[in-house]
T-cell receptor, first 115, second 111 residues
Framework: DAGITQSPRYKITETGRQVTLMCHQTWSHSYMFWYRQDLGHGLRLIYY???????DKGEVPDGYVVSRSKTENFPLTLESATRSQTSVYFC??????????????FGPGTRLTVL | DAKTTQPNSMESNEEEPVHLPCNHS???????IHWYRQLPSQGPEYVIH???SNVNNRMASLAIAEDRKSSTLILHRATLRDAAVYYC????????????FGKGTKLSVKP
């Protein structure tokens, strides 16, 4: 199906473990984003990517690593999970960030719990 | 990006119009006004956007003040499915493309 998907949808892990959240889009959009959403904070940008092999930090990048070897995939890795990384993670894509009218499309989210 | 201010919550009755306000007094001339909404347990979705003129689409209408310091999202007939958090966001072409989310307005719709 066309669109943007995230996996897993739910994940429980333990402090110190490595976790990778997957994001896949079928539109070949240039830009992709990772946000986290916590109660009382709204969505905050973790990392973004303007194209394959081009990534950059957002507002809250500490503790996260991203890669983008293919246009359609943008995995987010927590190298050593901490309880403060318990959150809902949303992936998003955008055709081109150059235009102020472009619509951003969001995935369904991954709810991550770190025990 | 310029900041927006929205009420924390609003209530509406089903099948009645809803007017969701947003203040953006520091908006620049190149900022577009975007609205997104987030239904429970889902990712945000685009609703509408505008620059200066009022805009209509199948989901909603956007009324923009003449001085552009405020705008109003109008849902003409609220349904239970419209219960969501609505975000008013300013965007210009110089940004890296990400959206800067505030806390939005939580809309409750009563049957």
């Amino acid at each position: 199906d066309a669109g943007i998907t995230q996996s897993p949808r739910y994940k429980i892990t333990e402090t110190g473990r490595q976790v990778t959240l997957m994001c896949h889009q079928t539109w070949s959009h240039s830009y992709m984003f990772w946000y986290r959403q916590d109660l009382g904070h709204g969505l905050r940008l973790i990392y973004y990517s303007a194209a394959a092999d081009i990534t950059d930090k957002g507002e809250v990048p500490d503790g996260y690593v991203v890669s983008r070897s293919k246009t359609e995939n943008f995995p987010l890795t927590l190298e050593s999970a901490t309880r403060s990384q318990t959150s809902v993670y949303f992936c998003a894509s955008l055709v081109d960030a150059g235009g102020p009218v472009d619509t951003q499309y969001f995935g369904p989210g991954t709810r991550l719990t770190v025990l | 990006d310029a900041k927006t201010t929205q009420p924390n919550s609003m209530e509406s009755n089903e099948e009645e119009p809803v007017h969701l306000p947003c203040n953006h007094s520091t908006i620049s001339g190149t900022d577009y006004i975007h609205w997104y909404r987030q239904l429970p347990s889902q990712g945000p979705e685009y609703v509408i956007h505008g620059l200066t003129s009022n805009v209509n689409n199948r989901m909603a209408s956007l009324a923009i003040a003449e001085d552009r310091k405020s705008s109003t999202l109008i849902l003409h007939r609220a349904t239970l499915r419209d219960a969501a958090v609505y975000y008013c966001i300013l965007r210009n072409g110089g940004s890296q493309g990400n959206l800067i989310f505030g806390k939005g307005t939580k809309l409750s719709v009563k049957p």
